[in-house]
């Protein structure tokens, strides 16, 4: 592959990259001048990091720390790597970032992994490292998850990723296919993205004070598979698009998105529901999920591939077999219109309504940052190490929103907007 000196594959627009990158300070982030930013990126991301470091500093950033994983290394500890170490994570790296986020430095996380890089591994391996990682990382995920500070992620086309979303293509060319593919879902292949993203974080404003509105006790989604109601939180509020931080800054949390998201509630979900889309999980695709949920519960687990990692990741803790969140968006939004399957969360949960097992984000409650933890759990939020998103919705499931005399709206029709 033929490179530039910096790095990026020649096929790459470079004007576009560095439009994402401007786009990731600007929009994702707002970061305020003297604001400090913790950044995480795979080496692979590193032409796309390196133009985000420069955004940055030009916005007057205080102090960029830029923190790097690799699929080659991360590879060696499950080839190389003694038993014991994967029970272990590095905890002192999460509390310091925990402790730069009470500092009130900004979250920027640049994705770009292969997305079956642990599928031929352990899954056992695999699920103890997971859930080490992701008890060390509560500190720092808590500040995240509570909407403490302005955060964001997006993400780079890398060499690996593109060739499992166009496996018959040239490397060169899956690269530049997935760059153009990030460029169009992340808003940045128009004149002026800025501006492009104010539109769009007003059109999805307007949904959620239309959900606000209406204030459903519960969701009701039907279609082939799917039987399920889903309880929302008691005080929950819906968001989506640009919200503000609990330090005041408005940012956009996903580049890209599509989806408008509420809490709900975690002992208030009743029905079966079957996944419309693979889940790409930590190297691992899962396929064909169907669950039961009995009282807010999981109670019965499915999946046609991946279902012994899906069973574990149920087993983390009490709430992982719980729900979180859950989103919706409409079939026809640019990211399902692609016809493209990402293996990525950040892309695929913007291409279907999605539920999510795990964590709850307190900042979706009405004054959600004034809440204690356990109000917080009073109104049906939920605890639990993990936060994973999975595709429920397509062009054939319908959503009703039930009031709580019982009285039903229409919410989505086939996947579109009612």
């Known amino acids: 592959m033929t490179t530039h000196s910096r790095g990026v594959s020649a096929s790459i627009d470079p004007v576009k990259l560095d439009r994402l990158a401007?786009?990731?300070?600007?929009?994702?982030l707002q970061l305020q001048p003297g604001q400090d930013l913790v950044l995480t990126s795979s080496i692979a991301a590193l032409p796309l990091t390196r133009r985000i470091v420069e955004h940055a500093y030009k916005a007057g950033a205080g102090l960029v720390t830029p923190i790097f994983n690799d699929d080659e290394m991360t590879l060696a500890r499950y080839r190389f790597g003694a038993d014991a170490s994967f029970d272990r994570a590095a905890g002192w790296l999460y509390e310091g970032m925990a402790k730069a986020f009470s500092n009130n430095a900004a979250r920027l996380a640049v994705r770009g992994e292969d997305p079956s890089l642990l599928s031929a591994q352990d899954p056992a391996k695999v699920a103890r490292a997971n859930k080490a990682n992701s008890m060390a990382y509560q500190p720092a995920l808590e500040k995240i998850t509570g909407f403490?500070?302005?955060?964001?992620?997006?993400?780079?086309?890398?060499?690996a990723w593109a060739k499992q979303v166009f496996p018959g293509d040239a490397d060169d060319v899956a690269v530049v296919k997935l760059a153009d593919a990030i460029f169009a879902a992340s808003r940045v292949d128009v004149e002026d993205p800025i501006g492009n993203w104010r539109a769009h974080n007003a059109a999805l404003r307007s949904r959620?004070?239309?959900?606000?509105?209406?204030?459903?006790?519960?969701?009701?989604?039907?279609?082939?598979?799917?039987?399920?109601?889903?309880g929302l939180a008691d005080g929950h509020e819906w968001m989506g698009g640009a919200s503000t931080a609990k330090n005041g800054i408005t940012c956009n949390p996903n580049i890209p998105t599509e989806e408008v998201f509420t809490t709900p509630h975690a002992r208030r979900v009743e029905g079966h529901v079957s996944s419309t889309k693979p889940l790409s999980y930590q190297g691992t695709l899962i396929d064909d999920i169907s669950v039961r949920f009995e009282e807010g519960r999981i109670v019965e687990a499915k999946a046609s591939k991946g279902e012994d990692v899906l069973k574990k990741v149920l087993d983390t803790d009490e709430g992982a077999r719980r729900l979180g969140e859950v989103a919706l968006v409409p079939h026809s939004s640019p990211i399902s219109a692609s016809g493209l399957l990402f293996f990525n969360t950040l892309f695929d949960e913007n291409a279907a309504c999605h539920i999510a097992l795990g964590q709850c984000y307190s900042k979706c409650f009405v004054d959600g940052a004034s809440l204690s933890q356990d109000e917080i759990a009073a109104r049906g939020g939920n605890k639990s190490f993990i936060h994973i998103d999975w595709m429920i919705g397509s062009d054939k499931i319908d959503?009703?929103?039930?009031?709580?005399?019982?009285?039903?709206v229409p919410v989505m029709r086939k996947g579109e907007w009612a």
């Open 22 to 28: 401007e786009v990731a300070i600007k929009v994702g």
């Open 148 to 159: 403490d500070i302005n955060w964001n992620i997006v993400a780079y086309p890398d060499l």
């Open 208 to 230: 959620t004070e239309w959900l606000n509105r209406h204030n459903f006790h519960a969701l009701h989604f039907t279609g082939p598979g799917t039987d399920l109601t889903v």
């Open 399 to 408: 959503i009703d929103g039930v009031h709580k005399d019982g009285a039903r």
